[in-house]
């Protein structure tokens, strides 16, 4: 069972401590996909990084449990904070 919704901006935080969430766009929700029960959401989202001397940025697109994403209408996280 495959959801489309309208791109919408989100939290994600694949680690689920909620202590430093990356923003993303949500593209699709999708239930019972093989070998992962409930929602997953298929999201793009920017991790930023330190690389020692500064910091980087990547790019990617996956999917996600729901208790892993966010709507960007709710407060970002605040480091060390939990949901």
């Known amino acids: ?3 489309r919704t309208a791109a919408r901006h989100v939290w994600v935080d694949s680690s689920g401590s909620w202590f430093d969430p990356s923003p993303g766009i949500l593209l699709e929700w999708q239930k019972g996909r093989p ?3 409930g929602w997953q959401a298929l999201v793009i989202v920017v991790w930023t990084y330190s690389t020692g001397a500064g910091s980087e940025i990547r790019v990617t697109q996956d999917w996600y449990g729901a208790e892993h994403i966010r709507p960007a209408e ?10």
């Open 74 to 83: 709710a407060p970002r996280p605040s480091r060390g904070q939990r949901k």
């Open 1 to 3: 069972m495959e959801r």
């Open 35 to 37: 070998g992962r029960p």
